[in-house]
Structures are given as C-alpha cells and as structure tokens.
C-alpha cells in the first residue's frame, strides 16, 4: 500500500463522493455498509427511487384515470420526459430514443424491422459468448426466417489462449463475410469478460459491408461515454436496472437512428402507444407510426418503473453526465487493477481477463480464478466486499463512481490480498 495515495485523501477530493449517500447501500455481515461491487448486476436502490414512486401512488389515489392528464408528471405524455435525459446518456437525439418494455423485448422489436434476410444477404454476426438471453433472441430470430441458427448467425471468437476480441480481427471477419452479412449485433460491452468494443469503428466497417449494426448496451449504458449519433448506430437497447440505477426487471432504452425517423414502411410490430399521437384516441384501423424511435412503442408507459428510472437519470445529470462519471471510473478501476496485480500472483492462481487498456473496458475487472474461485468469492463476501460469481470461475467485480469509494477499492484489495496469504 506504500505506493498508493492515500484512499482517505482521493475520497475528500472526490467531486463525486457526496452522491454515495444518494443511494441505500446494504449492509455487511458486521453490519456496517459493503464494498458494493455488483452494480453491473444491480445497481443499488437511489434514495429518491421510493418518493418519486410514492408521487405516482398519490396521484393513481387521488385522481384515478385522470392522472393521464391532471398528475403531476401526466402520464399520457410520462415517457417524453425521459427523452432529452435518454439522449444525454447514449449520445442521441431526442427523437432517436425512447425508453419502453423490457431489454430482449425491445432487442426482439428492433430485430423484427433491421433483420430483413435474403437468400443472399442473411447473416448475423454475433460475439461468442453473448449473454444467453440474446443467443436466444437471434437464434428465434433465424428461425422466424426460416433459417438454421447455424447456418445464419456466425460468432466472433477469441484468438487461442487469448480471452477477449482483438477489433481487428472483428474488422476482418465483417469484411470477409462481406455481402452476406445483414447485421452485426454485439453487446457494446461483453457481460463475462468486461471488454468494450470499438463501436464506431464496428459500425463503419458493418455498413461499409451493406449490413445494419446495433448493439445491446446492457453493460454499457451507464458505463461508457457513448455517442450513438455521432457513431452512425443504426439501432441499440439496454436495460437499466445495472449501472442506471432504476430497479431490479427495470424498464429499458431503445435508440434509432434518425435517418430511419421517417421511414413508416419500415417493418415493424406496431401498437397503438407508437402510432401517431394526432388521432391515436380515434381508435382507426391502420397504424401510422411515430416518428423516431416513438414509433416502436407498443403499449402506454409503464409508470412506476420509469419513476424509478426518471429519478436515477436525474441523478447522473447532477452529477455532471457519463464525462464525469467515467473520469472517476477509469481511477477507481486502476486502483482496483494495481491492487490485484501488485500480489503478483500467477495465472494459474488469479488472472485479470478484462482488457488493460481503459478505452477497451468500463469499469468492470472480471477475475479468472481457476483453482478456488468460489472459495475467493464467499471470502471476499465475508470481509463485507459483494462481487458476483459467474460459472464456471470468474469472479466480476464493478467498482461504479456514484457510490464506490477509493475506500471501498482498498477493502476490496485487501480482501484478496488476504486470502492468498492465508
């Protein structure tokens, strides 16, 4: 620890510190606060999260139907107010979000209208090692085209003996597959090893291909500083019950670009919340989108969630945004980083598989223990420092700026630190 400024001095210059006591952080096995470092599984409970629900509660008993109109955040219009905050933390336009249903539902919707296979151009390109609900969705989404999950979908694969994607080997196989390739779809942050792709460059390499490129950003939004727009994504979902804060199944984001805004013979599944808003009450047969990623909802919004979710996006705003809080970010993952490398263990004992380079991770370090990992795990769960376990030996840990303390790293340091010098 000689090396090491001081934790106590890092956390009274921290700009960011006092918004920890904006979240209910639990309790450790002496009862005293954790070092919370599951944020990139769920994110911890805001102290604004139960008024601003409580609001919705008083206005559903006080006013009935007529909160659509009368409330204090009216319903009828409750998920516009989340577009110019959306927009913020993905990088957007406000017309090009909008915040509805749940993640693999809004990954299904988005598939549905830029998946359009032909007998040439069908194939979709995929990280190895996605997380399973979105193997899932794009292999249901082959078969609804009457295609083989094998034959239509191609992963990307670590070189061997290597645990994470070089980009340009990523670059390489979107040009090889070439003409027939109808979308790349990764996550923009791979959930099991922490790596952040490079999606800019992903993105101009897919469409130079002729194929649409999105994302599922649930280990991103939050995490990374990202610019949709400015990127040229065609589409991209996340969930926000990890680093937004907003609750366990919470409610989720969705991005189009605006130059698909205008495009109502764009394939979709339509519902009447996405149809335009002039006449929607008139009950016609014949739906005319929204507009913008609008025009992909389904159903009205789901207002307690978002209340949840509105508060917590309030939260990153006063902050200063994702510049700010990725600048703590990236301090509190090298500290975390040169605690576990300064044991100078082998990797046969314990090695970082998260890339080294900051501009290829967030905040997230995923530990390769091959021999006692759960045995680290429930160790590191008694000194009061919760991590998740991921089979079939990997530790994650997220040290997230809003509520992580340089102190709460340290603790997480000597923990490990400890157990191998039992």
Known sequence: MTNFTPAAA??????????????????????????????????????????????????????????????????????????EPTARLVGARPLEVVVMNNLTVNLHLLMVSFYRPTASRFVILMEGG???????????????????????????LPRPGEHTLRTADILARIAELGDTLAVVLLGGVNYYTGQAFDMAAITAAGHAAGATVGFDLAHAAGNLELHLHDWNVDFACWCSYKYLNSGPGGTSGVFVHERHAHRPELLRLAGWWGHDPSDRFEMKKGFRPMPGAAGWQLSNAQIFPMAIHRASLAIIDRAGGMAALRRKSEALTARLEAHLRG??????????????????????????????????????????????????????????PLYNSFADVDRAGAAVRSFFNE
């Open 10 to 83: 890092l956390d009274a210059a921290d700009p960011l510190a006092l918004f920890r006591r904006e979240f209910h952080i639990p309790p450790g096995p002496d009862g005293q606060p954790c070092a919370y470092f599951c944020g990139n599984s769920l994110g911890l409970m805001p102290v604004a999260a139960r008024a601003a629900v409580e609001q919705e509660f008083v206005d559903w008993q006080r006013l009935g139907v007529e909160g659509h109109f009368h409330g204090t955040s009216p319903w009828l219009h409750y998920h516009e107010a989340l577009a």
């Open 130 to 156: 996605a997380f399973p609900s979105d193997q899932y969705a794009l292999e249901s989404q082959a078969r609804l085209h009457g295609l083989a999950p094998a034959a239509a979908i191609v992963e990307l």
């Open 343 to 400: 044991l100078g263990l082998p990797a046969t004992a314990l090695e970082i598989i998260t890339p080294p380079d900051p501009a290829q991770r967030g905040c997230q370090l995923s530990v390769l223990v091959p021999e006692r990992g759960r045995e680290l795990f429930d160790h590191l769960a008694a000194q009061g420092v919760l991590a998740d376990w991921r089979e079939p030996n990997v530790i994650r840990l997220a040290p997230v």
